[in-house]
């Protein structure tokens, strides 16, 4: 087994001789890291390119080893594929499910039970144009129950059963992932991008996590609750990322190469979330990953591709398109109209701050009192609260993701919708697609007063939704709220150019009878600035927007509102969501966008300090089997120096805590076997057996296992260039030295402590090795 450190295997088998030669067999699971541990990315991509440079020079041997190295160079490639396509195949199931399961909770279809609302009523030859979502086979459960249709009664008896259906899911979802997948919870993008950065969380990508992410995710969505699934599906295509990669040894036994998986199955994640394949890609490059060299790229847009294809196939919305909110507006915008769209990025900023600070604030709440232990109570309370505020109002009743779809919708001449209650104008004679702007009707200020206690409501119960124990997403809601407070704006903005178009703003682009103001622009607007507040995503986000909704001639509206949102969010904090819940949760996550500006040294964040015993060592060639044996037992260090001698402290090289294990657990093996290795053996780390007396016990060569190359720098570093090395090489830890004697150790947990605390923050609060 070689590790690619310095020393190479020929010189090895002649300095060792027969000395303990089982110890050149490989090592079981040497290459694993212990849970809730970073990995070491530059031992990784040693051990990959060695693996490389072996297979390499093994093809040129024979052809079936030829062959080998091209499955094995093709083996990123079908990984790719199979993620594409599982991700893709359970975005559709889940969409399909979600559709039929919110519809379950007002009605059943006599024909089929299995049908949403909807495909009832396509399958109808009852269905008249102005009434399309009434068909006599679909029935509310009222009218199905007491065979009375309107009423009261009637009225009373569906909202009783929509709060019972809504109980009834959120309470299997809950349950469900307490009992069986704990880490099912929440969005998961936080846990990913720590993961990504380097981070061991066993289980987080397991197979369990995936099934029961996949069906509490239906679950909770269809309960009515302010979430949404685009979150989760990351987290879901991560898993599946994580099950192809245990199938080729390349991924399963490298950490850093499962990372860049990992950053391509976030791709695909995003890709069926929207129907945005491109978007998903710069989603993973600008939000999640944090190594992302070039061959990921490619790999992320073919595993998005795939994604999408296998989506499209399955056709989960019935309209032949990828995308959930489709629109085609037929006017352009114009420039004076920037003003409401920065507008509305401010807007999008300061929703931003107000909810990653209430929900953070709350969240920190639920895991410091009484209240993070009863997570079931906690899911069922909420879900109760909002499905008896949620169906009055019609805004709220139905799913989030209708709700944004007509919000983006423009007012044809076909729309039945209340927003589209406008007085007509009875001597118009126009093609259907141009209708001009129309004073609003008692439809649409009664539409406004609806939409205005929606915000409101969807405001308020997201900041106590996110967070909870069961899969939730932060794009829909979000959206939502931009696109109701967008539509608002529009809506009015229509109003003021067709009452006041002789003013000098619309004088010059809208003339009378002329189409200028579209308010589902501004809808779409809005969901940006929201989603970029909280998010704090920009160029993902942009691209996002337009796959989504098929509007590329609006581009320049929807970045000034993304930029706007971003700066205006900045101004009160820099940290994303998924950043703070980071922090929240302690995770060790060495940020890239983070500049550390203090000037200190690396003298003063090395351990030991003053006050400490002295750094725990091994010695070249003078300590026995029975004092690394003591000093694993009673330190719990993942490493240890080896010097030359205690007194001169000259470093030589470092040893892994697991790997020591390892070997001294196997040398005790072979201790039945072989003669010689007892608890008094030397271990020496040097190229040739030291000089020892005839009647010493036989000595234990552990060069193989001790990395000749630890990084070290000087005691007069300043931090700020440690904490770059830190972060650009992925370091676990690094040596502090002067002029080649060790002094102190600093590892990553040792970087966050002091940058925690330069910051004014509890040093104590990074909570995981």
Avoid at 164 to 175: D, E, I, N, T
Avoid at 311 to 327: C, E, K, Q, T
Avoid at 414 to 429: G, I, K, R
Avoid at 729 to 753: A, H, N
Wanted: hydrophobic share 45%; with cysteine.
């Amino acid at each position: 087994f070689d590790f690619g450190f310095a020393a190479t295997p020929t010189e090895e088998m002649n300095g060792a001789g027969n000395l303990m030669d089982f110890l050149d067999e490989p090592f079981p699971d040497v290459s694993t890291y212990e849970d809730f541990h970073t990995i070491d990315w530059l031992r990784e991509k040693s051990r990959d390119t060695d693996r490389h440079r072996k297979i390499t020079s093994k093809s040129k041997e024979s052809l079936w080893e030829l062959i080998k190295s091209l499955l094995d160079a093709w083996s990123g490639w079908v990984v790719m594929l199979l993620i594409g396509l599982l991700s893709g195949t359970l975005a559709g199931v889940i969409d399909l499910a979600v559709d039929w399961m919110t519809d379950l909770k007002e009605g059943v279809c006599l024909s089929a039970f299995w049908y949403s609302h909807e495909q009832c009523c396509w399958t109808s030859n009852e269905t008249t144009f102005d009434d399309r979502d009434k068909c006599p086979q679909w029935q509310k459960w009222a009218e199905l129950m007491t065979g009375h249709a309107e009423g009261a009664g009637a009225y009373v008896l569906n909202y009783f059963l929509y709060i019972l259906w809504a109980l009834l899911f959120s309470f299997l979802a809950v349950s469900l992932v307490r009992v069986f997948a704990p880490y099912a919870c929440g969005s998961g993008i936080p846990e990913i991008k720590t993961i990504l950065s380097g981070f061991i969380i066993r289980g987080y990508l397991g197979k369990w996590t995936l099934l029961i992410k996949t069906v509490t995710l239906v679950l909770a969505v269809s309960s009515g609750l302010s979430l949404g699934k685009e979150g989760p599906l990351v987290h879901v295509a991560c898993c599946c990322g994580n099950l192809f990669c245990s199938l080729f040894s390349k991924y399963s036994k490298n950490e850093g190469k499962r990372r860049e998986v990992l950053s391509a199955a976030a791709a695909a994640g995003v890709s069926v979330a929207f129907g945005a394949p491109i978007g998903g890609v710069l989603f993973s490059l600008e939000e999640v990953s944090y190594y992302f060299p070039l061959k990921t790229l490619w790999r992320s847009f073919f595993a998005a591709l795939v994604a999408a294809f296998t989506l499209r196939s399955i056709n989960p919305f019935g309209n032949s398109r990828l995308v959930l909110f489709y629109v085609e507006y037929h006017t352009p915008w114009y420039m004076a109209e920037l003003v409401p769209f920065i507008l509305l990025g401010v807007f999008g900023g300061l929703w931003g701050t107000l909810f990653i600070r209430a929900n953070i604030a709350w969240c920190r709440r639920r895991k410091t009192t009484q209240l993070g232990k009863y997570p079931v109570l906690e899911v069922i309370a909420v879900t109760g609260i909002t499905a008896l505020l949620a169906y009055p109002n019609p805004y709220t009743r139905r799913s989030t993701s209708e709700l944004i779809s007509e919000l983006f919708n423009d007012c044809g001449a076909l729309e039945s919708s209340q927003l589209c209650d406008y007085v007509n104008n009875p001597n118009m004679s126009r093609p259907v697609d141009d209708i001009p702007d129309r004073p609003a009707g008692p439809g649409v200020y009664n539409a406004l007063w609806q939409l205005t206690l929606a915000l409101i409501f969807k405001i308020v119960i997201t900041i106590f939704t996110f967070g909870m124990k069961i899969p939730s997403g932060l794009f829909i809601p979000s959206m939502a709220v931009g696109a109701i407070a967008g539509r608002i704006v529009g809506i009015a903005v229509e109003q003021m150019a067709y009452h006041h178009h002789d003013w000098i703003i619309f004088k010059n682009w809208c003339r009378p009878g002329a189409d200028c103001v579209t308010p589902g622009l501004y809808a779409m607007v809005g969901a940006a600035a929201c989603l970029g507040g909280v998010t704090r995503m920009t160029v993902s986000l942009v691209v996002i927007m337009f796959e989504l909704t098929g509007g590329l001639e609006y581009i320049v509206p929807l970045m000034a509102a993304a930029v706007t949102s971003k700066w205006v969010a900045d101004a009160f904090g820099k940290e994303g969501i998924y950043e703070s819940h980071i922090l929240l949760n302690g995770y060790p996550y060495l940020d890239v966008r983070d500049e550390f500006t203090h000037r200190t040294l690396a003298t003063d964040v090395m351990r030991p300090r003053r006050n400490d015993p002295p750094l725990a060592v091994l010695t070249q060639d003078s300590t026995t089997v029975e004092d690394v044996e003591t000093l694993i037992k009673d330190t719990d260090y993942n490493g240890f120096p080896v010097v030359v001698s205690r007194e001169s402290e000259r470093l030589i090289g470092f040893v892994q805590r697991r790997d020591l294990t390892l070997a001294i657990s196997k040398s005790t093996n072979a201790r039945q076997k072989q003669d010689g290795v007892v608890s008094s053996s030397v271990v020496y780390f040097t190229e040739d057996a030291p000089q020892l007396p005839a009647s010493n016990p036989q000595p234990l060569k552990l060069r193989r296992i001790l990395n000749l190359s630890p990084f070290t720098v000087t005691d007069h570093t300043p931090m700020e260039t440690v904490v770059d090395i830190f972060r650009k090489l992925g370091l676990r830890q690094c040596l502090v030295t002067r002029s080649g004697r060790l002094l102190g150790i600093i590892t990553k947990k040792d970087v966050l402590r002091h940058m925690a605390q330069m910051m004014n923050q509890d040093p104590e609060s990074i909570m995981f090795n």
